[in-house]
């Protein structure tokens, strides 16, 4: 136990009852200084560092409003859609707390997206941070089912139609598929029984979970110290410190970066109000037209597209026909070739039979399972950064130009992927989402080997700062 | 395997379909500024009462929520009411889906949000559709209820409004079809009036127009609040955001 502090009686009566909690729950002090007025953040942060407060401030949002619309809601498929008017007409300020839900749910892929490619341009998932990393994708993982079983609350015809198609991607899985769908249901077509359970899960199960990892996210981030856009350590051995041991590149989190971060939730305020009060469907993207229909297990909607946080991934999956799945196997057997002539031995045999193994079983299940492993495995991949990255520099900003250049054609593919899963499907859409996938896919699986080549800038021992 | 492959070629043809029914007619411009007439979303709900609910429902609507635009209680309860409701009812209808699917050959939709159900991201607003839906019935001897209509054909409907706007015929063509010479299509060459109704051309488009903004109204009874208050919203964040950004400044001169 701390030693516990006797004030003078003459000390101010605030003094007093700050002692006073002081010594009873020194804990909370303790965390204060841990985490905000003692947590030494690089003081080079650039906008691209608002989005991680952002996140947090989104999912206090969707909690707050998410208890209030609970409150009104009726997890009830001949209720629910009822419910949900209920509350956008006779709930005083239902309209207000639904459209914040609705476009908070648009809004947190939003900033989340941001924030990993914020983490992916500076090398945020290198050495020591790679744990900080992997809850984040994990984060990400919690979110899409977060998001994906809250959409099924409004019981529309997207609601409805919207999570048939996902769940039966689950009934593409080999030997247990069709009774994984109908554990995932509860039924033998989404139904009152998955309405009941998608709602416990939104409302208490998956929260829970996103709420433990984001502690963990960020207890994990203030151990190792954050990144920043040089990718330079501010608290390594050879970083550049006071008397006082405190890094000099560092600045305390409060109240530096939070009077930063509430000029940032100013601007993120204003884009988001502006959404909710002059435009809360945004051209039918954050809540689909077809989503003002009651769910209607007859009546299937001519083009079903999932909301368009899930179109880069759900375009992967459309990709995966029978003939890039020949393709796969002849990238396959392309690789094995290319890492067959730079080993010897014993390697040789097993390389060989682990890609005759890979093409078998490509050609054994059905190109539909393909597609479910390729969108499932474009966000696995995710967790694997931290080992493919061998850049020497970790930010964009001393890697070689074309380093930056392939970047950016990540990002035009994911965004193009991502405006061909919202289209109906089509031949041109279908090759150019074939060729984003193989270029997603080899952007990260070829990572360890393009990483290192080309002429690096010297990364400086210091961060680059200009004061204000 | 080749159930996929089947299944993605009748993809992409129904794909196909459904872009070239999308080529339909175009969607007239619904005369936006009727939303926030009073006076018009009055006569719009009249209309709608009158002619609507007799067959559709609103039931997620009630009947006292008409006081936003501007009646009273008292008001709604002699014009508007008819069937002993009270006016905190909800406005549904005592038509059986049953019957109505063996008279009409489906079951009335719910008009409650259908403004917002119907917006099609590359033709318009619901509302765009809904007033040109109302403005294109014509007579078609091939239909069961002598009934058609140029943006939704085959439509179960017959045409409510038909007293108002009278009877019209619709003009068709064949023509060459320019992506394939061999074939003909079927193009649309405008309407005729056959019979005169109660209202001129140009009242009955003011009439159909204050109905389609007592339906887009309908479809969310906040929305002109929603934009009122947003304005203040935004610049109150606007304010917040300036002074922000100067406190941030300030904190910020520090540090070197």
Same mark, same amino acid.
């Given at each position: 136990?701390a030693?516990?502090k006797e004030?003078?009686?003459?000390?101010p009566?605030?003094?007093k009852v700050t002692?006073w909690f002081?010594?009873?729950?020194?804990?909370a002090?303790d965390?204060?200084?841990?985490?905000?007025?003692?947590?030494?953040a690089?003081?080079?942060?650039?906008a691209?560092y608002?989005?991680?407060?952002?996140a947090l401030?989104?999912?206090v949002?969707?909690i707050?409003t998410?208890?209030?619309?609970?409150?009104?809601y009726?997890?009830?498929?001949?209720?629910?859609f009822?419910?949900v008017?209920?509350?956008?007409?006779d709930?005083?300020?239902?309209?207000? +707390?639904r459209y914040m839900h609705?476009?908070?749910?648009?809004?947190?892929?939003v !900033?989340?997206?941001?924030?990993m490619?914020?983490?992916?341009?500076?090398?945020?998932?290198r050495?020591?941070?790679?744990?900080?990393?992997i809850f984040?994708c994990? +984060?990400?993982?919690?979110?899409?089912?977060?998001?994906?079983?809250g959409?099924l609350?409004?019981?529309?015809q997207?609601?409805?139609w919207?999570?048939?198609?996902?769940?039966?991607?689950?009934?593409? !899985?080999p030997?247990?598929?069709?009774?994984?769908?109908l554990?995932?249901?509860g039924?033998?077509v989404v139904? =009152?029984?998955?309405l009941?359970?998608?709602?416990?899960?939104?409302v208490?199960?998956?929260?829970?979970v996103?709420?433990?990892l984001v502690v963990a996210?960020?207890l994990?981030l203030?151990?190792?110290g954050?990144?920043?856009?040089?990718?330079?350590?501010i608290?390594?051995?050879?970083?550049p410190?006071?008397?006082k041991?405190?890094?000099?590149?560092?600045?305390?989190f409060h109240?530096?970066?939070?009077? $930063?971060d509430?000029?940032?939730?100013?601007?993120?305020?204003m884009?988001f109000?502006?959404?909710i009060?002059?435009?809360?469907?945004?051209g039918g993207?954050?809540?689909?037209?077809n989503?003002?229909?009651p769910a209607?297990?007859?009546?299937?909607?001519a083009?079903?597209?999932?909301?368009w946080?899930?179109?880069?991934?759900y375009?992967?999956l459309?990709?995966t026909?029978?003939?890039?799945?020949?393709?796969?196997?002849?990238?396959?057997?392309?690789?094995?070739v290319?890492s067959?002539?730079?080993?010897?031995?014993?390697?040789?045999?097993?390389?060989?039979?682990?890609a005759l193994?890979?093409?078998?079983?490509?050609?054994?299940? =059905?190109a539909?399972?393909?597609?479910?492993v390729?969108?499932?495995g474009?966000v696995v991949?995710?967790?694997?950064?931290p080992w493919?990255d061998?850049a020497?520099a970790?930010s964009?900003?001393?890697?070689?130009g074309?380093?930056?250049?392939?970047y950016?054609i990540?990002?035009?593919?994911?965004?193009?992927?991502?405006?061909?899963?919202i289209?109906?499907?089509s031949?041109?859409?279908?090759?150019?989402?074939?060729?984003?996938?193989?270029?997603?896919?080899?952007f990260f699986l070829?990572?360890?080997?393009?990483?290192?080549i080309?002429t690096?800038k010297?990364?400086?021992?210091?961060v680059?700062?200009?004061a $204000? | 395997?080749k159930?996929?492959i089947?299944?993605l070629?009748?993809?992409?043809?129904?794909?196909?379909?459904?872009l070239?029914s999308?080529?339909?007619?175009?969607?007239?411009?619904?005369p936006?500024?009727?939303?926030t007439?009073?006076?018009?979303l009055q006569?719009?709900?009249?209309l709608?009462v009158n $002619?609507?609910?007799?067959?559709?429902?609103?039931?997620?609507?009630?009947?006292?929520?008409?006081k936003?635009?501007?009646l009273?209680?008292?008001?709604?309860?002699?014009?508007?009411v008819f069937?002993?409701e009270?006016?905190?009812?909800?406005?549904?209808?005592s038509?059986?889906?049953?019957?109505?699917?063996?008279w009409?050959?489906?079951?009335?939709? @719910?008009?409650t949000v259908i403004?917002?159900?119907?917006a099609?991201?590359?033709?318009?607003?619901?509302a =765009?559709?809904?007033?040109?839906?109302?403005?294109?019935?014509?007579?078609?001897t091939?239909?069961?209820?002598?009934?058609?209509?140029?943006v939704?054909?085959s439509?179960?409907?017959? $045409?409510v409004?038909?007293?108002?706007?009278?009877e019209?015929?619709?003009v068709?063509?064949?023509?060459? =079809?320019?992506?394939d010479?061999?074939k003909?299509?079927?193009?649309?060459?405008?309407f005729e009036?056959t019979?005169?109704?109660?209202?001129s051309?140009?009242?009955?488009?003011?009439?159909?127009?204050d109905l389609v903004a007592?339906?887009?109204?309908m479809?969310?009874?906040?929305?002109?609040?929603r934009?009122?208050?947003?304005?203040w919203v935004?610049?109150?964040l606007?304010i917040?955001?300036?002074?922000?950004?100067?406190?941030?400044?300030?904190?910020?001169? @520090?540090?070197?």
């Amino acid at each position: 136990m701390a030693t516990f502090k006797e004030l003078p009686a003459d000390a101010p009566a605030v003094a007093k009852v700050t002692n006073w909690f002081e010594n009873r729950f020194p804990t909370a002090f303790d965390a204060y200084k841990v985490h905000m007025s003692e947590y030494y953040a690089p003081k080079n942060f650039n906008a691209w560092y608002f989005f991680g407060s952002l996140a947090l401030l989104v999912l206090v949002i969707q909690i707050v409003t998410g208890i209030f619309l609970v409150m009104h809601y009726k997890p009830d498929a001949n209720t629910a859609f009822a419910s949900v008017e209920y509350i956008m007409r006779d709930v005083p300020w239902g309209w207000l +707390i639904r459209y914040m839900h609705s476009t908070g749910a648009s809004a947190f892929f939003v !900033v989340v997206y941001l924030h990993m490619w914020r983490g992916m341009m500076y090398g945020s998932y290198r050495k020591p941070r790679e744990l900080v990393w992997i809850f984040g994708c994990a +984060i990400f993982l919690a979110l899409m089912a977060e998001a994906f079983m809250g959409y099924l609350l409004p019981w529309g015809q997207m609601s409805y139609w919207g999570a048939q198609v996902i769940v039966n991607l689950f009934a593409a !899985v080999p030997f247990i598929g069709p009774d994984l769908a109908l554990l995932i249901r509860g039924d033998y077509v989404v139904g =009152d029984a998955t309405l009941n359970r998608f709602f416990s899960f939104h409302v208490i199960a998956v929260p829970l979970v996103l709420l433990g990892l984001v502690v963990a996210h960020l207890l994990a981030l203030h151990d190792v110290g954050s990144n920043n856009p040089d990718g330079v350590e501010i608290k390594g051995p050879k970083a550049p410190k006071d008397a006082k041991g405190k890094p000099l590149d560092g600045i305390p989190f409060h109240p530096y970066y939070t009077v $930063h971060d509430i000029f940032g939730v100013g601007m993120f305020l204003m884009v988001f109000c502006a959404i909710i009060f002059f435009g809360p469907e945004l051209g039918g993207y954050f809540l689909e037209y077809n989503n003002f229909i009651p769910a209607d297990p007859l009546k299937t909607p001519a083009h079903i597209a999932p909301v368009w946080y899930f179109t880069p991934y759900y375009s992967m999956l459309r990709a995966t026909t029978d003939v890039m799945v020949n393709v796969l196997c002849g990238v396959i057997a392309i690789a094995a070739v290319v890492s067959l002539l730079g080993v010897k031995g014993r390697a040789k045999v097993a390389i060989a039979i682990g890609a005759l193994i890979g093409i078998a079983l490509l050609k054994t299940f =059905d190109a539909k399972f393909w597609g479910v492993v390729v969108m499932g495995g474009a966000v696995v991949i995710l967790f694997f950064l931290p080992w493919l990255d061998n850049a020497p520099a970790k930010s964009i900003r001393y890697r070689p130009g074309w380093h930056k250049v392939l970047y950016g054609i990540f990002v035009v593919f994911f965004v193009v992927l991502g405006y061909l899963g919202i289209q109906p499907p089509s031949d041109a859409g279908t090759i150019v989402s074939q060729v984003g996938t193989l270029f997603y896919f080899g952007f990260f699986l070829l990572m360890p080997w393009w990483s290192t080549i080309g002429t690096f800038k010297p990364v400086p021992d210091r961060v680059v700062f200009a004061a $204000h | 395997m080749k159930r996929i492959i089947a299944s993605l070629l009748a993809a992409v043809a129904f794909c196909s379909a459904a872009l070239a029914s999308s080529d339909g007619p175009a969607w007239d411009k619904f005369p936006k500024e009727r939303v926030t007439n009073l006076a018009a979303l009055q006569n719009g709900a009249k209309l709608f009462v009158n $002619h609507c609910l007799n067959c559709h429902a609103a039931a997620f609507m009630r009947y006292n929520r008409l006081k936003d635009i501007g009646l009273t209680d008292e008001q709604i309860k002699q014009n508007l009411v008819f069937a002993g409701e009270k006016v905190g009812d909800l406005m549904t209808v005592s038509l059986s889906p049953k019957d109505a699917k063996e008279w009409f050959g489906a079951n009335p939709p @719910d008009l409650t949000v259908i403004a917002r159900s119907r917006a099609d991201g590359s033709k318009g607003s619901g509302a =765009d559709y809904l007033y040109t839906y109302m403005r294109t019935f014509y007579r078609d001897t091939s239909r069961p209820t002598g009934w058609n209509n140029l943006v939704f054909p085959s439509v179960g409907m017959p $045409h409510v409004l038909w007293e108002l706007q009278g009877e019209q015929r619709a003009v068709f063509a064949d023509e060459k =079809d320019p992506h394939d010479p061999a074939k003909t299509v079927h193009v649309f060459k405008g309407f005729e009036q056959t019979k005169p109704g109660s209202l001129s051309k140009a009242d009955y488009d003011v009439a159909v127009a204050d109905l389609v903004a007592y339906l887009q109204w309908m479809g969310e009874p906040a929305q002109n609040q929603r934009v009122r208050m947003g304005v203040w919203v935004l610049l109150f964040l606007a304010i917040f955001t300036v002074i922000a950004w100067r406190l941030n400044a300030a904190f910020w001169k @520090d540090v070197k």
